[in-house]
Every structure is written in C-alpha cells, then in structure tokens.
C-alpha cells in the first residue's frame, strides 16, 4: 500500500519525541521534516535516509508524493502534532486527493510543552485567540509573539482589552534570558518569538508553585559543547535536565584510525592479555566493533582483567554486556595504573596489557606500566578528527553576539581544535565562562593563552555541570 506517515515530531526538543516517532524515522528512506524540528529529528534517521526540508508552501509536495509512488517509506516530520490546530491539515487533505494513503502518529504540542514547562495548567474552559477574534474564558492562549489580549465579552462587537486577570508569558522554544513572565496584560509586552504564548486568567496565578523548570540551576544559561557529535546528544539531555539550553559545537569527530590492522589483530588476540584497558568510551566502542568484526563477542576477552579510566567509559561497556573489572579512583592515566598494580597484588612485572585509545593522546599509562615490567601494547581504535569549520559557525556567531554563558571543554583534543579554528579565542571567551573536564585540559587551555574559570573533581561530565552550577550559584 502506498502510504505517507506524517509523524508528530514534537516541539523540537530532541527529549519530547515519542518512542513511536522515533521508531519511525529510524526506519524511513526518505524523510521531509519541518526546519523548527529538523536537529530533533535527524538524530534518529538511518544514515541512508533522505532528508528535505518542508514548509506551509508545500513545495515538497511533489517530491513527497513521487517517493511514495515509488514505493518508498516515507516520514513526514511535523512539528508538534500534525492535527493539533490543523497543522498539516492542508497537506494531509492534499495527499488525499491524490490517492496515496495516510498514517498519522500523534506528537506533543509545543504549546502544551511550554505550558507544562512553565508550570501553566491549561485549565477549562478554554479559548484559543487568534489574530482577528478574542475570546472570554478563565484562560486564553495566543499562539504568536505579536499578541493583545481580550476581556471575557466584547464590547460593541469589538473585543476590549483585559486588564485585571493575571497573565504568564511563555516563549517557545525556551531562549537565553527569557523566562516565563507574570503580570497585568499591560505589563508583558515583550517579544516572545513567533512561537511564544500567553496564558490569560484570574487562577493562572496559582501556577507560580508549578514553574518548576525555572527552579533548575542551569535555566536559561546557554552551555556550549564541544564534544563530537556522537558524544554530544547525553551531555545535551544532561544540559536541559537542569534547565540549561545546550549548544552543540562539534571541534572535533571520531574516525576510525588510517590503519585499522593493529586494532584488528588485537581484537583477534585478547584472550592473550591479562589486562584489556580503556581511556574513552570511544576506545570501548572501536574494540568491540573491531571484536564483532573478528566473528567474536565477549567471551573473546577470556580471563582477561577489564580496566576503565572513570564511570563514563564503564557505562560504555553495558550496551556490550560487560562490565569493568575496576574503574579508577583518579580519572587519568596515572591513576589507572595506580588501580592496575592494586588488583594484581602488586605484581606487574611480565602482565600482558592491551591500552585501546586514540591515535594521539598521554603516554602516562602506558609508560608507568612499562616501568613496572609490564608488556603493554598501544594499540590506535579511534582519531579524534578537527571538525569542519563550518560546524563551529553556529557557535562563533551565538559568542559574538553575547549569547553563550559558558563553554565546555571536555577533553585536551576539543580544546586544542577549538584554539585552532579561532585564532582570537582569548577575546571570543573574554565574558564567557570556560569550563574544563580536569587539569590535564585545564593545562591546555592555560598553554592556549586562555582562563579556566570553573574545572570538574571528579573529571566527569555529571562533576563537570555541578561546577557550572555552583560558579553560577556562588555570589557575585
């Protein structure tokens, strides 16, 4: 049957989208997604799936339609809800008349997303204002920035302004400085965006013990990540759970290393190591695609003893179905071959050690073994790649226009690219909050010319965010 899935793909935060949805667009080969949710959703598209931008013109209409006739799956990505308000009514109607078959998964509104994050209960009765007509309920919600808003009965046929309910603006999605506003109608004029709303009403006061998202430490503050973009997406989640808005800015991506052979072997071999050990989640990953590639699985590691640098990169080995046998104390390299002569009793000397990590990096693990009488091979899994400089556009223009709060910096490698792609780094952060993973970046930054002003103990991404909240916090 030649169908088109118009799929609510929320309000375009990546969090907010249904397993449905996900679903979905994991499976397309060929998806057309409005702009507002296209970052939500690309995430979740098969790296073989076309993707369009669509808009109210519907311009895509075409390319759509062809597509399905040609017997492909294809995702229509909706903000929102594709019925919610009409939305997509128009081009569902007109996939109709052209015969080819519909299916529709519900999404979340972006209006009951930024109710509900406001703390705003949509309450009975209620009335949805739009640019020519008021309404009179308890609330009334305006679905643009450019808003007035109108007592319960018009006068004289005209709608009149109401001036003694309570009103809380919200804009949609959520942006730097711009929190829920509470007053008189009069008192809110302020842009909201072209998503923003109003909610109108004599109870909407009540929803003050509700906003809790601006309760959250990081709310409002726009945090900047570095990482690559495979990294990015859980310290992102981890950004707006505390209410901050993230800003990925991949400096640098992972690629396999250019000569693949030695990790291959090592993945043939490791039944032969007494100690396999990882410095990076990405180190975990590469071994074990390298292990699947072999036509082998966990087992391949036999009695071997697994050792992780820090709790990041022990939770990369679950989706494998292990776990480390230590993880270190002290999250550098130093302190994991601290915790490696611990386990073995003290007995080093003439262990078999495997170090998968990148093809640059700190030689302190390894050399510190090695001075102990162990056999340690090095072997590259992964590089760490600089990032296109187009990728870091987005972010030199929110730094110049004084629209970062701070800057995470999560590994010497991202620090390094980021210095390189600007050379007037020390001017670009000179009000904004650098922050660093541990000393060993921290040392970097410092050799690069520039501050750090916050930096994470232990070095992990959930340390790395509660210094941010405390500098924030601290007073001024």
Known sequence: MLEIEFVGAGPGDPDLLTLAAVERLARAERVFVDDAAHEAVTAHVGAKAEVSLADASLAHLPAMLAAARAGRRVVRAVTGDPLFLGRAQAELEAVVRAGVGISIVPGLPDLVAAAARAGVALTPPLTLLDDAAGGGSTTAVRLDGAYRLFTAEARGGEPAVLDEATCVGVPWPPARGVSPAVGRPGSLDVALGARGFVAVGRRVSSAAPFGWLARRPLHGKVVAITRAATQAGETARAVRARGGLPLEAPTISIQPPADGGPLARAARELGSYDVVAFTSANGVDALFEAVREAGHDARAFGRALIAVIGPGTARALAPHGVRADLTAEEHRGEGLATAIAEKLGGVVAGRRVLLARATVARDALPDTLRAAGAHVDVVPAYESVAAGIEALAPLRAAL?????????????????????????????????????????????????????????????????????????????
């Open 400 to 476: 110049l226009a004084g629209e970062v709060d701070v800057v995470t910096f999560t590994a010497s490698s991202t620090a390094t690219r980021f210095c390189e792609a600007f050379p007037d780094a020390e001017a670009l952060l000179a009000s904004t909050v650098i922050a660093s993973i541990g000393p060993i970046t921290s040392d970097t930054l410092r050799a690069r010319g520039l501050r750090v002003d916050v930096e994470a103990k232990p070095f992990t991404i959930p340390a790395l965010l509660d210094a941010i909240e405390a500098h924030f916090a601290a007073p001024r």
